[in-house]
């Protein structure tokens, strides 16, 4: 909200729906885009059953912007650039990658699954850390969101959606040569100085790139002092094709996360937390393909730490965790109509830790589906997983998805199981500790979260340059879990609590009901070899029902209305970029910090540049938050109001 003084609810009401009126209709009317390789209407998908095909074959509600579209926008990290997709809401605690909350459709932050080159990144420790995404932002060449229901095709956590990220050098269909080059650095109030290079190279034999970012301002304003962040991910790929049949490609990355981290996990007048991150990433992957088979072997290790600091009088929370996995793949084309795909999946995961204690578990699930066309219009796509979870019993995860494509208009529908396994904080939180008197505590007792999903939508190219998306969706969780205000007598396991006190326990809450509805456009479209425009934008509405009775943490959090999206025009040398949300949430009070989250924000960023040298250079001006709105995703954790930035860039 804005620092000055408030206008009459009636003129706030008119605001509300002014913004939202603007985002809903330029969704909808034609625009125009900056480049038209940036985001293509129909694109080859891999994220909705692993087998290539058009986004319109898919059935599914899927959004792809591709990685050229991050260096011209007011983004300064990956999950920056989400919060503007629509559909998804990015709950930001801090700047520029410190940490960030990924929601789709209404899911909690742990209901999300993020991949890279085909591989889980889902942090086994938290759900917290799933937007640390160890790669740089110039090797990415794509990022495809799927909205709604994927456990049967991607296993546990793919209960809201899916985000795929796929890099240049793991993509073995690019152009037979290619070379890039790119370098960055901006500088701006609170001591900002970010900076990142990368580069790529193809030939007929391989793929190589490389790149690094890094992030840094030691001046951002919080409550009672400046916090701080310097964040930095480094990475590079290769893929080497032996053959016409037979590729290899490695990749590794470093990621590392220093940051102040004052409130982003209490409302304790006494947190002045500090927080350090690491994580190592590698990944291999084995490819033969000849006719119509396809046989893939994916295999992947993450090392994640992470020093938690509450304030200067406490002892720092010290955890490491692991995640080793493997998945063979095989694709079978049997004919034009029908593609099987059928796989393994098996991941180790363990934790260190000084808090949650010294654990290990073991997951496996063999999974198939079974893509059918029947005639030139209609698809059904079946699928079937079954997920082995540790010692809890097996989950059977079915799903059926079907579509209708007739010219312009698609009509598709999905219905099917989604699954959500505890992570370790929710597990163990709190275990390892001589006393506790407040705060949450883990509850090894829980079982897998269940639910049922259900959605139907329309796809509308009603241009070659304008795409309109719709779906209606509704998902019955049942044992989905939560932190929930407990109080002494009611703890399940009382061996380091104080009798007497209140905590909040990870407990299987008994039902909760989401409904929503969304809408999204897409339009791109180049006037000239030197003029073009692109947007990319929407709204979804949700409604959530809980039949626990006691307020739950994470839940009911998401956002009621959000409508977001962004906007780049390129003319000549110059190029404009604009990114902008609008949320209304239900509103929360912290009294005790003297702490708010609104009922509605509005947050307007964006960039300038001018090129010279034929574009080979290019200065730019960026503000964030142009508005200079007074907000926070999270209660107790405020984010900056107008940040004024300039750099260089030089692209080769």
């Known amino acids: ?120 990144l889902n942090d086994p420790n938290t759900g917290h850390f799933t937007g640390y995404i160890p790669i740089s932002p110039v090797e990415i060449d794509r990022i495809e969101v799927l909205k709604g229901a994927s456990s049967a095709v991607y296993g546990s956590d793919a209960v809201g959606g899916v985000i795929n990220i796929i890099t240049k050098a793991f993509n073995k269909n690019r152009q037979n040569r290619s070379k890039q080059a790119t370098a960055m650095i901006s500088t701006g109030e609170y001591g900002l100085l970010n900076a990142g290079a990368g580069g790529f190279y193809q030939n007929e034999k391989i793929n190589v790139g490389a790149g690094f970012l890094t992030n840094n301002a030691n001046g951002v304003p919080q409550r009672g002092i400046r916090g701080y962040f310097h964040n930095t991910a480094a990475s590079a790929g290769l893929l080497v094709k032996f053959n016409p049949y037979w590729n290899l490609a490695l990749r590794t990355a470093y990621d590392n996360r220093d940051f102040a981290a004052q409130n982003f996990y209490t409302t304790y007048a006494s947190d002045t937390a500090s927080e350090k991150i690491s994580s190592w990433w590698n990944q291999a992957r084995l490819q033969y393909q000849k006719g119509s088979t396809q046989v893939r072997i994916d295999a992947g290790y993450k090392t994640m730490e992470d020093q938690y600091l509450f304030n200067p009088s406490s002892i720092a929370n010290d955890n490491q965790s692991h995640l080793l996995q493997t998945q063979v793949t095989l694709q079978q084309r ?179 009901t989401t409904s929503g509805w969304e809408a999204d456009a897409t339009y791109t479209r180049r006037f000239t070899n030197r003029q073009s425009l692109l947007f990319n934008g929407g709204f979804v509405w949700l409604y959530s029902k809980s039949s626990e009775p006691n307020p739950s943490f994470y839940i009911l959090s998401h956002a009621r209305f959000l409508a977001n999206g962004l906007l780049t025009y390129s003319a000549g040398p110059v190029s404009v970029s604009l990114t902008g949300i609008y949320k209304a949430r239900k509103p929360q009070t912290a009294p005790g910090i003297n702490a708010a989250i609104t009922k509605d924000y509005f947050l307007l960023n964006g960039k300038a540049s001018y090129g010279i040298l034929k574009n080979r250079l290019a200065f730019f001006v960026q503000v964030d938050n142009i508005l200079d709105r007074r907000y926070s995703d999270l209660l107790g954790a405020p984010m900056p109001g107008r940040w004024l930035q300039g750099g260089v860039r030089v692209n080769l």
């Open 1 to 120: 909200m804005s620092r000055t003084n408030q206008p009459p609810k009636r003129v706030q009401r008119r605001k509300r729906f002014l913004v939202s009126a603007t985002l809903m209709l330029t969704a909808v009317l034609p625009a125009t885009a900056p480049r038209a390789q940036d985001t293509l209407l129909d694109p080859v998908t891999v994220t909705s059953s692993v087998i290539e095909k058009r986004s319109s074959e898919t059935g599914r509600n899927i959004n792809i912007i591709s990685g050229e579209t991050f260096a011209g926008l007011p983004v300064h990290s990956v999950d920056e650039l989400l919060k503007y997709i629509p559909g998804v809401e990015a709950q930001m605690r801090g700047p520029q990658g410190a940490q960030t909350d990924i929601s789709i459709r209404g899911g909690t932050f742990q209901q999300v699954l993020v991949i890279l080159d085909g591989l889980r």
């Open 334 to 512: 049997f004919s034009e109509q029908t593609h099987l795909v059928a796989g393994f999946h098996f991941q180790n995961r363990d934790i260190r830790s000084n808090d949650r204690g010294n654990h290990h578990l073991n997951t496996a699930a063999p999974f198939v589906s079974l893509i059918r066309k029947f005639g030139a219009h209609f698809m059904v796509n079946p699928s079937l997983r079954m997920e082995f979870y540790g010692s809890l019993p097996a989950e059977w995860v079915p799903q059926l998805t079907a579509s209708y494509k007739m010219r312009s208009i698609q009509l598709r529908a999905s219905g099917g199981k989604t699954i959500r396994n505890a992570d370790f904080t929710e597990l163990y939180n709190n275990y390892r500790k001589d006393s506790v008197r407040s705060g949450r505590v883990g509850n090894a007792g829980l079982v897998a979260e269940r639910s049922w999903t259900y959605e139907a939508g329309m796809d509308w190219f009603c241009r070659s340059d304008l795409k309109f998306s719709t779906s209606f969706f509704q998902r019955f969780h049942s044992q989905l879990i939560d932190w929930v205000n407990t109080p002494y007598a009611d703890m399940p396991r009382k061996d380091n609590l104080v009798e007497g006190s209140n905590y909040a326990l990870a407990k299987n809450v008994a039902a909760v």
